[in-house]
Structure formats: structure tokens, C-alpha cells
């Protein structure tokens, strides 16, 4: 069984930094694409930043300059350094590890919700 658990969020000012935590347990093989998104009230879960195994990342337009996203293989733990942080940037931010690789065969997997408020 897999588990995402994410840690990290909590309130912080306008201009403040956040790190986000991900950590997948379980006897895993190996985890193809982990991703961040992020979710308010009424609207879509959209995409933040991902990175795949080989260290490629992504980020979305709104995030790009202030967000670094990272991943330790050896840990199968993803981050999200957060600088500048804007209200606009307030959301619930989940973790999704894509093709986790297992004895069970390849799932993805969602970790639990992690709250960020951001205050003008």
C-alpha cells in the first residue's frame, strides 16, 4: 500500500515563503511524474508544477519564478519552495505521484490536502 503524506502548509504574509513536503511510503520501485496541484473553492484543481524521475520540471505561468519544485529519488519525496507568495496563491495544494511502480503493479496515487493562506 502507498501513501502520499504532505506537510508544510500553513498561513504566512504576502511576500513570506513556504516549503511543501511529499513523501511517499510504501515498497516502491519506482515513481515516474510527481505533481502539485492546487485547488480553491469552486473551482478546477489546477496544475502547479510537476517533475518527472529524470528531473524535468514544469510550472504553470502563474507560479513561474517564485515556485521551485524538486524531488530526492533515493526518499521518493517531492517539494515545493513557495517565495513571494501572493494571496491569489491561497489554496489547498495536493500531491499526485503518477506510475508509482510497485509489487502491485503501477497506480497513481493522491496524497492528502495541505492548506495555504496567503494574507495581504
Known amino acids: 500500500q502507498v501513501h502520499l503524506v504532505v506537510s508544510g502548509g500553513g498561513l504566512v504574509q504576502a511576500g513570506g515563503s513556504l516549503r511543501l513536503s511529499c513523501a511517499a511510503s510504501?515498497?516502491?520501485?519506482?515513481?515516474?511524474?510527481m505533481n502539485w496541484y492546487r485547488q480553491v473553492p469552486g473551482k478546477q484543481r489546477e496544475l502547479v508544477a510537476a517533475?518527472?524521475?529524470?528531473?524535468?520540471?514544469y510550472y504553470a505561468d502563474s507560479v513561474k519564478g517564485r515556485f521551485t519544485i524538486s524531488r530526492d529519488n533515493a526518499k521518493n519525496t517531492m517539494y515545493l519552495q513557495m517565495n513571494s507568495l501572493k494571496p491569489e496563491d491561497t489554496a489547498v495544494y495536493y500531491c499526485?505521484?503518477?506510475?508509482?511502480?510497485?509489487?502491485?503493479?503501477?497506480?497513481?496515487?493522491w496524497g492528502q490536502g495541505t492548506q495555504v493562506t496567503v494574507s495581504s
Open positions: 510504501g515498497y516502491i520501485f519506482s515513481i515516474n511524474a
Open positions: 517533475i518527472t524521475s529524470g528531473g524535468s520540471t
Open positions: 499526485n505521484a503518477v506510475r508509482v511502480v510497485t509489487l502491485e503493479g503501477a497506480y497513481d496515487y
